[in-house]
């Protein structure tokens, strides 16, 4: 199964833009990238996803590198309800079914 | 709509008894998945249930099981409690398998003692 990593903690100063970046370099070609984020005592929220190209919605853009072995969430103008930790996950395909292998996360802190 | 509900929302069983937490997906949801959240190990995968089937399994052992009902309500079970069972189970759906983002649940806090 892919793996994921991604850096402990991140701080980000409220108003700029914060860049998260993930290293799944294993990842197979028809496994998607998908970005959640999980505040403290609720279950994760889904962010975005892609699997080649770079994606953008009202919440984030995803930059996915051209060989597929790293990505970057970005979140244009963080806000201190941005403070979360983001998990990076790739979806594993076998079989015609579906599951998500999450990494460790990154603890986003975003400072005043 | 009504987001995912997961009863009960906390839970103290003793070491070798049974529990069955219980998750209501999103109306018209299809697709059920339910994962433990420790802090040693993160978030894992436990299974998938699609239309009443189970579709995928992580590495859990057959301790832990599940099911689902032809309503998309599921139930999973956990029997001979040990104290590595403490965690947060998140239930997620989703409309149907693919490329669809899945909705999580408040998640059921499970403490054996």
């Known amino acids: 199964d892919a793996k994921t990593t991604q850096p402990t903690s991140m701080d980000c100063a409220e108003g700029r833009a914060a860049n998260l970046p993930c290293n799944h370099s294993t990842i197979s070609g028809n496994e998607y990238v998908y970005w959640y984020r999980q505040i403290h005592s609720q279950g994760p929220q889904y962010i975005i996803h892609?699997?080649?190209n770079n994606e953008t919605n009202e919440m984030a853009s995803l930059i996915i590198t051209e060989d597929r072995k790293s990505s970057t969430l970005i979140l244009p103008h963080a806000t201190l309800r941005d403070t979360a930790v983001y998990y990076c996950i790739v979806r594993v395909t076998t079989s015609g079914t579906y599951k998500y292998i999450f990494g460790t996360g990154t603890r986003l802190k975003v400072l005043a | 709509k009504a987001g995912v509900t997961q009863t009960p929302r906390y839970l103290i069983k003793t070491r070798g008894q049974q529990v069955t937490l219980s998750c209501s997906p999103i109306s018209g949801h299809r697709s059920v998945s339910w994962y433990q959240q420790t802090p040693g190990q993160g978030l894992q995968f436990l299974f998938e249930?699609?239309?009443?089937?189970?579709?995928n399994k992580g590495n859990f052992p057959g301790r832990f099981s599940g099911r689902q009902f032809s309503n998309s309500r599921s139930e999973m079970n956990v029997s001979t409690l040990e104290l590595g069972d403490s965690a947060l189970y998140l239930c997620?759906?989703?409309?149907?398998?693919?490329?669809?983002?899945?909705?999580f649940g408040p998640g059921t806090r499970l403490t054996v003692t």
């Open positions: 997620a759906s989703s409309p149907g398998q693919g490329t669809y983002e899945q909705y």
């Open positions: 892609g699997l080649k």
């Open positions: 249930y699609f239309s009443e089937t189970q579709r």
